[in-house]
């Protein structure tokens, strides 16, 4: 679908090398302030997979489930009233324009980030060098 030289360029900009590597190579100023900005795309993912790997944080997210499910199930019937009037209150008082004015900055300053971490990798001709793109 894509031309193999625009292929390349978008996975060189979208790109992240091991660090060993980039302490040869500098960092440019725009690539600095673009990773700042696109940490939702590269680092909150990486905290995630770390998270999700380690074995005692599943046991303990799996521990804390099912001890709320047999709370909810086991405990009076009076416990889904007292839930759903709380869920119905909390949804109720819950301001939507804000929500998505946050998600909508969110997602723009995470493009914004890709866009300046791209700029800032296509300037720095060694980093280019090292990866053959011409």
């Known amino acids: 679908m894509f031309p193999d030289r625009l292929r390349s360029h978008f996975e060189f900009a979208l790109s992240k090398e091991h660090p060993r590597i980039r302490q040869e190579i500098p960092i440019y100023r725009l690539e600095k302030i673009g990773n700042r900005f696109s940490w939702l ?6 905290i995630m997979g ?3 790997g380690d074995p005692r944080f599943v046991t303990i997210c799996f521990t804390l489930f099912f001890m709320t499910l047999t709370a909810l199930l086991f405990y009076p019937s009076n416990t889904w009233d007292i839930l759903e009037q709380m869920f119905t209150w909390i949804i109720k008082h819950i301001e939507w324009k804000y929500v998505r004015f946050g998600l909508w900055l969110l997602s723009e300053i995470t493009i914004l980030g890709l866009g300046l971490r791209a700029l800032g990798r296509f ?12």
């Open 50 to 52: 770390t998270y999700l």
């Open 123 to 134: 300037s720095n001709p060694q980093l280019m060098k090292f990866h053959g793109i011409t």
């Open 41 to 46: 795309v590269y680092d909150f993912r990486t």
